[in-house]
């Protein structure tokens, strides 16, 4: 297909093959994407034979591989264990006398949400340093992630604190869609009061809630809070990474305002979804008008 398109253009387009390792990267299930199982990439016993017909074709020139493994990886091992064999890939790609420049090594460095030992981005260095250092290759990395996950916070105000026989409540007026992560992946983020009298009050296990009309619209279990008021702020933390961009208008609910702050300065950058909004782009049909 990119042969096609690229060679109708009267151009050539470089490419890389994005190579699946069969490596588990210990992440959540959902998340990871180099296993034999997984639905990405071309398994490595395959990559050399195709990288031999796409040099072939007209309008498209190998460069390089590629390979992703998962999100939130918080070892090393996986990384060692992928770049050997990106490694390998490489050297046998060479030796048929095809040209290899490239290597996206792609992402998934975690970070602490709550009190994991994460890797730092020197020590990933170190990991494809170990495999990669001698190839004469541009590495390209993707640590989106580890970039802007702690940049982002959910801030939401407390709509009701309900007591029942079961426990204790806190509702807020944020809610799954706005923040998918728990409901999904049973995500932890760390949340925290935002006033300074809730901040050094007394904690309490307390389920966090949104109010979409489904159980599975939760933030957290048990988490140790003050008593939070209707009308206090609470913070969610840690949601700058598949925060917004996996947010919806689920359940009716109208896509949350963003605010950039830098220092003093803040400015709304995406205002917030009115209603109106929701129904926009909705059509009657003709019969029905």
């Not at 190579?19 to 992440?27: F, H, I, M, R, Y």
Request: proline share 8%.
């Amino acid at each position: 297909m990119l042969s096609a398109i690229a060679d109708s253009m009267g151009r050539t387009a470089r490419a890389v093959l994005r190579v699946n390792p069969d490596v588990d990267a210990g992440t959540h299930a959902k998340i990871t994407t180099g296993r034999a199982q997984d639905k990405f990439g071309i398994p490595a016993a395959e990559i050399v034979p195709l990288y031999r017909h796409a040099a072939s074709l007209p309008g498209i020139c190998p460069i390089g591989l590629a390979t992703h493994i998962g999100s939130q990886i918080l070892t090393l091992a996986p990384y060692r264990a992928v770049c050997a064999r990106l490694a390998e890939l490489v050297r046998t790609l060479r030796a048929e006398g095809l040209p290899v420049g490239v290597i996206d090594c792609g992402g998934g460095l975690g970070i602490p949400y709550r009190d994991e030992a994460a890797p730092l981005p020197e020590a990933l260095a170190g990991a494809l340093r170990g495999a990669l250092h001698n190839l004469d290759v541009r590495i390209l990395v993707e640590p989106g992630r580890w970039l802007v996950g702690p940049a982002g916070v959910l801030l939401a105000s407390v709509i009701l604190a309900k007591h029942t026989p079961g426990g204790r409540f806190v509702v807020l007026d944020a809610a799954m869609n706005d923040l998918v992560r728990p409901a999904m992946y049973d995500a932890w983020h760390g949340i925290v009061p935002v006033g300074a009298v809730d901040a050094v009050a007394p904690v309490f296990p307390a389920d966090v809630v949104g109010p979409v009309c489904e159980s599975g619209d939760t933030f957290a279990r048990g988490r140790l809070l003050p008593p939070l008021r209707a009308g206090a702020r609470a913070a969610i933390l840690d949601v700058g990474a598949y925060g917004s961009v996996m947010s919806s208008s689920y359940n009716a609910r109208p896509v949350a305002a963003e605010v950039m702050v830098d220092g003093s300065d803040w400015s709304v950058i995406r205002v917030r979804d009115s209603h109106a909004d929701l129904w926009r782009a909705e059509r009657v049909p003709h019969w029905l008008e």
